[in-house]
């Protein structure tokens, strides 16, 4: 108990009356009349308000021992506006009313003590409430620099969005090229500025976010009507200006992906690249304006803004009146500010996919396929593996097989070590994400005699709490052994539960009524069959559409389930003509029509494959 408390004691002794309060008791009602006030002696105190339209309550402020709780009352007369709770055990000194109107006539000096307490809480709390106002202001305001950006943006989506296609296929050809010649520095200096990843993997990720996606762009797509239906036109339109947001672990193909899909779709594009990435970003940026100067496009189609990276920033751009529309990448907390944000947005979910390898799977393919995929690039790709389910009369064997492509599967001892060393709060270290594992292995004195390129730590089927059953963005994996199908689809769906709904999850089998089961009952967009994580997510290995922005749905709170595409950077304008009027259109129309559905129905786009 500090001096000042002990003093102020002193002085109150004959005034106030000891209480003790356990956690979540109630000090005093919101509506009451007051009865007095307290002193809190230790312990914290926190006030409510409740809205009885919406039937909810909300957490104000938090007192602390010294403080004074519920004066105003006493000295104005008021009714209580807020309620006032325990935050675990408190100790507090009840000063009545009428022992403070007492004080005033028999001890002066224990009135002043009251008074000065009372003041100096009042203070503490208007400053914490002025702060807090501030804020809410500066984030209603607009930024004369945000605006800038913002205004250059649009002026710079006008002009291009009468640019004739065949302009806009040479424009982002050049610009997919032009970063893929770079792709070797860029991915050095993403790994030296980010300190995570693998160079190597880095490169051809890059690869796959320049000339790969340039290929899934289709760059013959004409920009005339298109007949839709019998009496239905449709036209495309740009939205305008996207506001996008960068992830750390995948700083230069989402930027580059971004901005072509963006302007494949005739809009321009504000990129906020991750303050951790920010050199990198700025740097993709510059080239990418550079071929814009080179084509006599504006070079404001593709901007980064020039102050430092900060959430204030990045929530005042995506709420400016003038951007149209946002892709947010990022972690969940900047997904759900895009949304809450008042602008047309696409966010995407936490991956932490769940592997079910089933008894009848090609184990020694499968456990190349897993090694290989968690460990590329260091397992930073959120639609990676996560969380083996192993049917357990193999189980044995697929260990086996693991520890031969190069995982160190631990021992239980060797579990609770990488528990106690890299994991904290629940969560992997934020330093040892993107790290390869070998390095966590070495902080974790954990050896093999081979090189170590995946960690598989065994997690007992039921155990919700462990920090191994969530997204690991590094190689390490959690393994659960299963008895059958309906454990096996219960223990995917508990993982996705607690952590990935909406991403991804994916199966290893021959059998397709097993596969069909699992996909109807995993809550998630994405369903990979005999397929790596990393490479299968995004499309690179399959018949998905190429994307770095992956859609969780509904289920991982996104507005698409989608993979992400530049069509979903287009308003789809419809021109419908009345019955009368597709009548008189004769048979021309109806025969156009026909033939298209027909050209629909008998389409089927390759996959693309990427050996990686």
């Not at 932490?352 to 995929?373: K, M, Q």
């Amino acid at each position: 108990m500090s001096a000042l408390i002990d003093d102020s004691l002193v002085c109150l002794q004959g005034f106030a009356t000891e209480r003790q309060y356990a956690n979540n008791g109630c000090l005093f009602l919101q509506g009451d009349s007051p009865d007095g006030c307290h002193l809190i002696i230790s312990g914290q105190v926190e006030t409510f308000c409740f809205d009885s339209d919406v039937q909810a309550e909300a957490v104000l402020q938090t007192y602390s021992a010294g403080e004074v709780i519920g004066s105003i009352g006493v000295i104005d007369g008021s009714l209580r506006k807020v309620t006032a709770k325990a935050k675990a055990e408190v100790m507090t000194y009840f000063i009545a009313t009428e022992d403070v109107e007492r004080m005033k006539v028999e001890n002066l000096k224990a009135y002043e003590t009251f008074i000065r307490l009372s003041t100096n809480t009042l203070a503490k709390k208007f400053r914490e409430l002025q702060d807090q106002a501030c804020t809410s202001a500066i984030s209603s305001c607009v930024s004369p620099v945000v605006n800038e950006v913002v205004d250059r943006a649009n002026a710079a989506q006008q002009i291009f969005s009468s640019w004739p296609e065949h302009k806009i296929s040479e424009l982002l050809t050049d610009i997919a090229h032009s970063v893929n010649a770079e792709s070797f520095s860029l991915a050095q200096q993403s790994v030296d500025e980010t300190g995570m990843g693998v160079v190597e993997h880095k490169v051809q990720k890059i690869q796959i976010g320049t000339l790969d996606v340039l290929r899934s762009l289709d760059l013959s797509t004409s920009d005339q009507v298109a007949l839709e239906a019998p009496g239905v036109e449709s036209m495309v339109m740009p939205m305008g200006v996207v506001f996008a947001i960068i992830p750390v672990t995948n700083p230069v193909e989402t930027i580059v992906f971004k901005a072509l899909s963006a302007m494949k779709a005739r809009n321009s594009i504000i990129i906020s690249s991750h303050r951790k990435a920010r050199g990198i970003g700025d740097r993709t940026v510059a080239i990418i304006r550079e071929v814009l100067t080179r084509h006599g496009a504006p070079a404001d189609l593709v901007q980064a803004p020039s102050l430092p990276a900060n959430r204030k920033l990045t929530q005042a751009f995506m709420s400016h009146e003038k951007v149209h529309f946002i892709l947010a990448t990022g972690g969940p907390s900047m997904v759900k500010s895009a949304y809450r944000s008042g602008t047309p947005a696409i966010g995407v979910g936490k991956g932490n996919a769940p592997v079910w390898v089933c008894s009848d799977a090609n184990l020694a393919v499968v456990a190349r396929t897993v090694v290989g995929s968690k460990s590329f690039d260091n397992g930073v790709v959120c639609g990676s593996e996560n969380n083996l389910i192993i049917d357990t009369d193999v189980a044995a064997d697929f260990i086996d097989h693991l520890e031969s492509e190069g995982a160190a599967v631990l021992t239980p001892t060797e579990v609770g070590t990488l528990l106690n060393t890299v994991f904290e709060n629940g969560s992997l270290t934020p330093e040892l994400i993107g790290q390869s594992a070998a390095k966590i292995c070495n902080l974790a004195g954990i050896q093999r005699h081979y090189p170590i390129k995946l960690i598989v730590a065994e997690v007992t089927s039921g155990n919700a709490i462990s920090p191994l059953i969530r997204e690991k963005l590094a190689p390490i994996l959690s393994l659960t052994r299963v008895e059958d199908d309906e454990q096996a689809i219960f223990v995917a769906r508990s993982i996705l539960n607690i952590e990935g709904r909406g991403h991804t999850a994916m199966i290893h089998t021959q059998n397709k009524t097993r596969i069909h089961e699992f996909a109807k009952a995993v809550e998630v967009s994405r369903v990979l069959v005999n397929s790596p994580g990393t490479q299968g997510c995004i499309g690179a290995c399959n018949g998905l559409q190429l994307s770095w922005t992956l859609g969780c749905g509904t289920f991982g709170g996104s507005s698409t389930s989608d993979n992400v595409t530049y069509r979903h950077l287009q308003n789809q304008k419809r021109i419908a003509y009345s019955q009368t009027s597709i009548a008189s259109f004769g048979t021309t129309i109806r025969d156009k029509v026909k033939n298209s559905f027909v050209s629909k129905r008998r389409g089927v786009s390759n996959a693309r494959v990427v050996s990686i």
